[in-house]
T-cell receptor, first 114, second 114 residues
Framework: QQQVKQSPQSLIVQKGGISIINCAYE??????FPWYQQFPGKGPALLIA?????SEKKEGRFTISFNKSAKQFSLHIMDSQPGDSATYFC?????????????FGTGTLLAVQP | KAGVTQTPRYLIKTRGQQVTLSCSPI?????VSWYQQTPGQGLQFLFE???????NKGNFPGRFSGRQFSNSRSEMNVSTLELGDSALYLC?????????????FGEGSRLTVL
């Protein structure tokens, strides 16, 4: 199954709170899991990424947690700020072969209230 | 360093017409991908080119086509436009030939079909 399921569709968090976005996949051949952030009028930009042999990766306030057995991964944004308000997409790369193709989740619109 | 440049940024067409969108990747990037973004379907992979060769094609009808030139610039064409083709078309380039290379997206070409 070449799908990545993302939830929630939208999220409202208070400033300083933790934002959590979840993704699930079926295809065990996926070998790379990035998260992209998109502001209105802009293209998506890479936020953080993880490979399936790692259970967690942290970069500043952003953390990816990866559960290979459950085929789930999530993005945690600590100390959420109004500037984090954007749409977040999880993605997965189909393994095998020479490709940069990504399968994207449907996106989560995050609003951080001051 | 200039980012990914897409032209035109906005365009309006009527059903049955055709459209050509252009993408200039970041200098040195030879991998170019195209995605269609709509509110309902999210980001959907169209096709991917590397060194003027199409490596992958998404699940879109044959009305959608593309090509890449020797300078890595890419174009995509949609013929016999339908209302449902209204979308933001995003181009992304990557330095890596394949694998976990970061995709750098342009700001997109917003197509409206009337």
């Amino acid at each position: 199954q070449q799908q990545v399921k993302q939830s929630p569709q939208s999220l409202i968090v208070q400033k300083g709170g933790i934002s959590i976005i979840n993704c699930a996949y079926e295809n065990t051949a996926f070998d790379y899991f990035p998260w992209y952030q998109q502001f209105p009028g802009k293209g998506p930009a890479l936020l953080i990424a993880i490979r399936p042999d790692v259970s967690e990766k942290k970069e500043g306030r952003f953390t990816i947690s990866f559960n290979k057995s459950a085929k789930q991964f999530s993005l945690h944004i600590m100390d959420s700020q109004p500037g984090d308000s954007a749409t977040y997409f999880c993605a997965a790369r189909p393994g095998g072969g020479a490709t940069n193709k990504l399968i994207f989740g449907t996106g989560t619109l995050l609003a951080v209230q001051p | 360093k200039a980012g990914v440049t897409q032209t035109p940024r906005y365009l309006i067409k009527t059903r049955g017409q055709q459209v050509t969108l252009s993408c200039s990747p970041i200098s040195g990037h030879r991998s170019v991908s195209w995605y269609q973004q709509t509110p309902g379907q999210g980001l959907q992979f169209l096709f991917e080119y590397f060194s003027e060769t199409q490596r992958n094609k998404g699940n879109f009808p044959g009305r959608f086509s593309g090509r890449q030139f020797s300078n890595s610039r890419s174009e995509m064409n949609v013929s016999t436009l339908e209302l449902g083709d209204s979308a933001l078309y995003l181009c992304a380039s990557s330095l890596a030939a394949s694998g976990s290379g970061e995709l750098f997206f342009g700001e997109g070409s917003r197509l409206t079909v009337l």
